[in-house]
């Protein structure tokens, strides 16, 4: 408990150190407003920004996006993750493409996913799905792999079917590698869905953000900046606790691994 | 009954192939406790393995009750599902409950969920763990863990028990409180026990009969009968009888040992 206030306290002390060197630096070289704010009009601005309905409004349409993708991206990676680890025939086949895949900037897709599925939220959703999808993918294959040869031995000796296998320990034993894949995933949902806003879009928080870039309201454009990254940390927040719910029994709940 | 007529097994491809386990023929009664010694390496785990079906042997024929275990290669279910086999590590799930993993054979079976858990907590008093049902693997002892693995052996009633070097990983002192265990747990259910052990005092204590391997390629160098009645004592070790015995046994096993 007292390493834990203490750790808050020094949390503290940094962001206090970085607000003041902030303001000296913008007052000293007399910075203008439109390159960098001064911190109080950003407080200011976030004032104005919470208070605004569209801010809200923006904020649910992109929770919706990255919450639906990262939904979309978990089934697709658990599902074709325990396809590769499972079958060794399909994992020879076609992790060369998974990889590829992958390696691929994400990016660059994302003017055709807007193509494919258009302007509105599918579009987001699946850009999102997109982003999220190897990271929980590699995790639930590596998991899956990585399942101790005593508990192959033990469902050999037990007759298991495959299902069962597959159903009552491979993926219980997977777990905790799959939830470090969501946790990736999740920030990355967030990152896709974002840009995707960015680039394309009438609605949802990305959306706003880049409308005040336009106006060059900046420093509204850094409190809502500050609000998708508070919007991030805490869907991340939410996997975290994911993980103390699903496998309170592994010791990464413990260590509270982080995979940032 | 358990009969192994001319079991052998070897490792590799032909060019260097290793002969683990030189043919074996042995018999084993009902209810009947039989010790494997040997030195490292002699195929007793191989052996084992073999029995439980998890090993396929390259010659010979095992058959469980006049069943055969292997039959072109293919283990046979329904003779495979009468041997259980404890690990030299508990193996137990980590994310279930001791009674859910002393029960989880019974859920390959689609047993209801209350009448196993009701089994598995049968067994855990059986094995001396009640008390215990809910915790985690992890929150128990290594001889705890040993006991649920010993438990979910016995759930399905296996008309054949293996146990490979099941107390290795404990210490002296609790490993002879777990011989004691076993044959208590033995005297409550009798079954068909086959036993790798690497200490022959144990092996003398828990068997009817020793059977001792030689090196690689592991073959019976002679089989001790144990005539103790049980239960057995742990003061019997310090009589003549039992010194004799385990002489017995290790000069069968010459130097090797």
Redesign the interface.
Known sequence: MKERLLALAVGLATLAVVVLGWKLYVEHFDVSKFVLPPPEDVAQAFGELVTDDRTWEGARITTIEIVAGFLLASVVGVVVGTLLAEVPLLDRALTPYVIALQVLPKVAIIPLLIVWFGFGLSSKIVIAATFACFPILVGTRAGIRAV?P??H??L??????RW?RVG??HL??A?PSILTGMEVGIVLATIGTIVAEYLTANEGLGYLAYQYYNLLQVDTLFAAVALLSLLGFLLHGAVRLLRRLV?P??ASVDVGASTL | MLSLTGVEKRFGRRHDEVQALAPVDLVIDDDEIVALVGPSGCGKTTLLRILAGLTEPSAGTVHIDGHPLWEGGVVQRDAAREVALVFQEANLLPWLSVEANVAFPLRLRGVRRAERLARARELCAVTGIAGFERRRPSQLSIGMRQRAAIARGLIESPGVLLLDEPFAALDAILREAMNLELQRVWMERPTTCVVVTHSITEAVFLADRVVTLTPRPGRVAGITRVPFERPRPLEIEHTQKFQDLVLEVRSLLGGTA
């Open positions: 101790d005593g508990h031995d033990l050999a000796v037990l007759r298991a079917r069962q009552f320990v219980p034993a777990l496998v029994w592994h």
